[in-house]
């Protein structure tokens, strides 16, 4: 079955230090990616998506991702997290159709 | 670029009236747009997808009824919740995609309270 799996449901981490968000799907084929950030009583904010080609994509705000076909993750990265970093992160993915699959969601909180 | 908009942002309604929420695509032409229920601290849940011109595509346990959705045009698609009771109560979200199996762009939301 295809699904998605964020296993983190919160994460603390001080300001300034690393930050890795981890993301897992199930899927015979490669998928379309994508990460998004929701801040308290907002929308969604797409932060970077990975489509094809190199395997490490940039996103808006320092924000990184690697997608790793043979760990079938799709890991967000920043070196260095802001105090504004806190929310609610989302991985999402496009499987064979044009419906978006959501992970649980993994709530971000910062630490001055 | 790629900016959805949502009007209103919030509504309070008196139990057994309809509202209805905008979702519009300001800078492209969406040929899909999506709806979208959030409870508190959980994540998304699709109701429904809307083509430009045809009838929407609504998810299983979905009443089409009770939320009816039209996509008028390649910018603009409107969700009426009809009759709404307290347990309508929700925030909404839509989102619009350029193309078929592309990236969605979503909307800052719609906070509905039914007393």
């Known amino acids: 079955a295809q699904s998605v799996t964020q296993p983190d449901i919160h994460i603390t981490v001080s300001e300034g230090a690393s930050l890795e968000l981890r993301c897992n799907y199930s899927?015979?084929?490669?998928?379309?990616l994508f990460w998004y950030v929701q801040s308290p009583g907002q929308g969604l904010q797409l932060l970077l998506k990975?489509?094809?080609?190199?395997?490490l994509v940039q996103g808006i705000k320092g924000f990184e991702a690697e997608f790793k076909r043979s760990q079938s993750s799709f890991n967000l990265r920043k070196p260095s997290v802001h105090w504004s970093d806190a929310a609610e992160y989302f991985c999402?993915?496009?499987?064979?159709?044009?419906?978006?699959?959501f992970g649980t969601g993994t709530r971000l909180q910062v630490f001055p | 670029g790629a900016v959805v908009s949502q009007h209103p942002s919030w509504v309070i309604c008196k139990s057994g009236t309809s509202v209805k929420i905008e979702c519009r695509s300001l800078?492209?032409?969406?040929?899909?747009m999506f709806w979208y229920r959030q409870f508190p601290k959980q994540s998304l849940m699709l109701m429904a997808t809307?083509?430009?011109?045809?009838?929407?595509?609504?998810e299983q346990g979905v009443e089409k009824d009770k939320f009816l959705i039209n996509h008028a045009s390649l910018t603009l698609s409107t969700l009426t919740v009809t009759s709404a009771h307290p347990e309508d109560s929700s925030f909404y979200i839509c989102?619009?995609?350029?193309?078929?199996?592309?990236?969605?762009?979503f909307g800052p939301g719609t906070r509905l309270t039914v007393l």
């Open positions: 989102s619009a995609s350029p193309g078929y199996k592309d990236t969605q762009y």
């Open positions: 899927y015979g084929a490669t998928p379309y």
């Open positions: 990975y489509f094809s080609g190199d395997t």
């Open positions: 999402a993915v496009l499987f064979n159709t044009d419906k978006l699959i």
């Open positions: 800078d492209f032409q969406a040929t899909t």
């Open positions: 809307s083509n430009e011109g045809s009838k929407a595509t609504y």
